[in-house]
T-cell receptor, first 114, second 113 residues
Framework: KQEVTQIPAALSVPEGENLVLNCSFTDSAIYNLQWFRQDPGKGLTSLLLIQSSQREQTSGRLNASLDKSSGRSTLYIAASQPGDSATYLCAVRPPETSGSRLTFGEGTQLTVNP | ETGVTQSPTHLIKTRGQQVTLRCSSQSGHNTVSWYQQALGQGPQFIFQYYREEENGRGNFPPRFSGLQFPNYSSELNVNALELDDSALYLC????????????FGPGTRLLVL
């Protein structure tokens, strides 16, 4: 059974800092990994998707890496801003023949202080 | 291109009642998945529908059931509500096959008293 763990559970940083969020998964047989952002009481916004054959993806100040063999992914946020405050979730998708169900971690709650 | 929409946004029910939640897929998508997110937890997969049939189910009892309609919209039905069913219910749509990025709706907040 796939299990996804996110560390740390919560993080508070001053504005402008660069930071790294960590995600680990127990079964390396994945199709892709996706990072999401969730604002309080809201739905999920997809940030980055990394296919199992890829090593990283970048979008603006965000960079996500994937090391499938070790079961790890990191989300790097550069020059953090108060508007980045949210919960960040990673999710893995099993191989394509198993459907597109996602297994999520419990998230990292990020607070960026002005 | 329209996004994923869900209704209602909030709902209050009492234990033992039944509830129906609705989801409209993003234009061009043919697969709908439902997730339950308890407070402070990550979303848990309930089930997925493709071509109007259930195509995968998580660890949820049969009182959680669903439908997908020809226009790819979907319903989640929960019978005999329990207090632990209180959660945010998220719907996600995607196109079956390929990368199939899932796009999530805003969710329905269900409170069972």
């Amino acid at each position: 059974k796939q299990e996804v763990t996110q560390i740390p559970a919560a993080l508070s940083v001053p504005e402008g800092e660069n930071l790294v969020l960590n995600c680990s998964f127990t079964d390396s047989a994945i199709y892709n990994l996706q990072w999401f952002r969730q604002d309080p009481g809201k739905g999920l916004t997809s940030l980055l998707l990394i296919q199992s054959s890829q090593r990283e993806q970048t979008s603006g100040r965000l960079n996500a890496s994937l090391d499938k063999s070790s079961g790890r992914s990191t989300l790097y946020i550069a020059a953090s801003q108060p508007g980045d405050s949210a919960t960040y979730l990673c999710a893995v998708r099993p191989p394509e023949t198993s459907g597109s169900r996602l297994t999520f971690g419990e998230g990292t709650q990020l607070t960026v202080n002005p | 291109e329209t996004g994923v929409t869900q209704s209602p946004t909030h709902l209050i029910k009492t234990r033992g009642q039944q509830v129906t939640l609705r989801c409209s897929s993003q234009s061009g998508h043919n697969t709908v998945s439902w997730y339950q997110q308890a407070l402070g937890q990550g979303p848990q997969f309930i089930f997925q529908y493709y071509r109007e049939e259930e195509n995968g189910r998580g660890n949820f009892p049969p009182r959680f059931s669903g439908l997908q309609f020809p226009n790819y919209s979907s319903e989640l039905n929960v019978n005999a509500l329990e207090l632990d069913d209180s959660a945010l219910y998220l719907c996600a749509s995607s196109f079956f096959g390929g990368v199939a990025t899932q796009y999530f709706g805003p969710g329905t907040r269900l409170l069972v008293l």
